[in-house]
């Protein structure tokens, strides 16, 4: 069953710009993580963010979690028009596969 | 050097046929997955091995089967293809509770 959802779905900016995707999921979870899918390609690992932790950043990278409100945040700072993909968050309840959201779909025009 | 490698890269065939796409990790990981994205890039997991053992199998048809002959791979071997099963399928791997890498992906279109 689909656990995590994306928002917004499609988002375009310009370069330079920064971009925010949220997600939000239903059950308790051991960590959640953001891929990367640049179109026709597989997935690439961004960032995982335990549970027990609250904000992380890699790069121009920055992840927060709030379990209480069973979401999270993917925020691109400075965006680039290699930033252009698809976005996915994935959830691991129970530290086997990963349940994953439907993505958002990032644009960065130069 | 490809961390996890899938074979083939793009898959055509007919209904009816039975197909394998194989798998391989050089990652030294204990478990190994296969997902399914369908045309709207939902990304769903069908199994997951762990050290031989099939751990996770969600609902998924028994025309699909897993079958790992060592720890490094994890072939998906698919029987009697339907237009249905067209997608893109994902091999990956991970230590339990980490990350998981994925390979690069299979395209199978069945006419």
């Known amino acids: 069953s689909q656990q995590g959802e994306e928002d917004p779905q499609a988002l375009s900016i310009q370069e330079g710009e920064n971009a925010t995707m949220n997600c939000s999921y239903k059950?308790?979870?051991?960590?959640l993580q953001w891929y990367r899918q640049n179109s026709g390609r597989g997935l690439v690992h961004l960032i995982l963010i335990r549970s027990n932790e609250r904000e992380k950043h890699s790069g121009r990278l920055r992840v927060t979690l709030d379990t209480s409100k069973k979401s999270s945040s993917l925020l691109i700072t400075a965006s680039r028009a290699a930033d252009t993909a698809s976005y996915f968050c994935a959830t691991d309840q129970a530290g086997t596969a990963l349940i994953f959201g439907k993505g958002t779909t990032l644009s960065v025009s130069s | 050097d490809t961390a996890v490698s899938q074979t083939p890269k793009y898959l055509v065939t007919q209904m009816g046929n039975d197909k394998s796409i194989k798998c391989e990790q050089n990652?030294?990981?204990?478990?190994m997955y296969w997902y399914k994205q369908d045309s709207k890039k939902f990304l769903k997991i069908m199994f997951s091995y762990n050290n031989k053992e099939l751990i996770i199998n969600e609902t998924v048809p028994n025309r699909f089967s897993p079958k790992s002959p060592d720890k490094a791979h994890l072939n998906l071997h698919i029987n009697s293809l339907e237009l249905g099963d067209s997608a893109v399928y994902f091999c990956?791997?991970?230590?339990?509770?980490?990350?998981?890498?994925f390979g690069p992906g299979t395209r199978l279109t069945v006419l």
């Open positions: 990652l030294g990981h204990d478990t």
């Open positions: 059950t308790s979870i051991n960590n």
């Open positions: 990956a791997s991970s230590q339990e509770g980490y990350t998981q890498y």
